[in-house]
């Protein structure tokens, strides 16, 4: 299996603050990364897929790099609503796996 | 605007079998990958496998022992069925849409049930 791993586990920032959480695969998967955003007792949503792009109706200030191994999710000006744990997956390989989460909480 | 529905049992005994079925509204189950996903309360997300329109699957190792899942694309649903649970399996169950099946396209959970949680307990 591909293990995925996130850091920093949690992360404490203010409304306007630029944040970057970053997902390591244990392989090279290409491009083949996406991050969801999760907010208590809702589904994950879709942000980003293949390393880059925008998911539709996602805001702008959302944006995502790669490809390979290491792989960075940046919110560009945190708005309240952002405040929710994001995960990454990866689709390279079955099993498709997550990282353990990344939780971003008001400062 | 696709939308999925995710309905069975909230309680299983240990060592029965946990079914669920989602329902797929709004949009063609044909064509797409269509995954279940799993996640213990306060914990991260477990993908349980995926079943395309034909039937074909691919299931996590972890679980592959005890997991079947099913298509019924005249329904327009698929299912799962979990064997053997225990403790351990209590979880947040969420199905969702993972990809569509096309060459060189990069699957992704795009549209998600609300998720049913699922408590093992005698």
């Known amino acids: 299996d591909i293990q995925m791993t996130q850091s920093p586990s949690s992360l404490s920032a203010s409304v306007g603050d630029r944040v970057t959480i970053t997902c390591r695969a244990s392989?090279?998967?290409?491009?083949?990364l996406n991050w969801y955003q999760q907010k208590p007792g809702k589904a994950p949503k879709l942000l980003i897929y293949?390393?880059?792009s925008l998911q539709s109706g996602v805001p702008s200030r959302f944006s995502g790099s790669g490809p390979g191994t290491d792989f960075t999710l940046t919110i560009s000006s945190l708005q309240p609503e952002d405040f929710a744990t994001y995960y990454c997956q990866q689709s390279y390989s079955t099993p498709n796996t997550f990282g353990q989460g990344t939780k971003l909480e008001i400062k | 605007q696709v939308q999925l529905q995710e309905s069975g049992p909230g309680q299983v005994k240990p060592s029965e079998t946990l079914s669920l079925t989602c329902i797929v509204s709004g949009g063609s189950i044909s064509s797409y990958y269509w995954s279940w996903i799993r996640q213990p309360a306060g914990k991260g997300l477990e993908w349980i496998g995926r079943i395309y329109t034909s039937g074909s699957t691919n299931y996590n190792p972890s679980l592959k022992s005890r997991v079947t899942m099913s298509v019924d694309t005249s329904k327009s649903r698929f299912s799962l069925k979990l064997s053997s649970v225990t403790a351990a399996d209590t979880a947040v169950y969420y199905c969702a849409r993972a990809g569509v099946v096309v060459p060189g396209a990069i699957p992704y959970f795009d549209y998600w049930g609300q998720g049913t949680l699922v408590t093992v307990s005698s």
């Open positions: 293949a390393a880059s």
């Open positions: 392989q090279s998967i290409s491009l083949y």
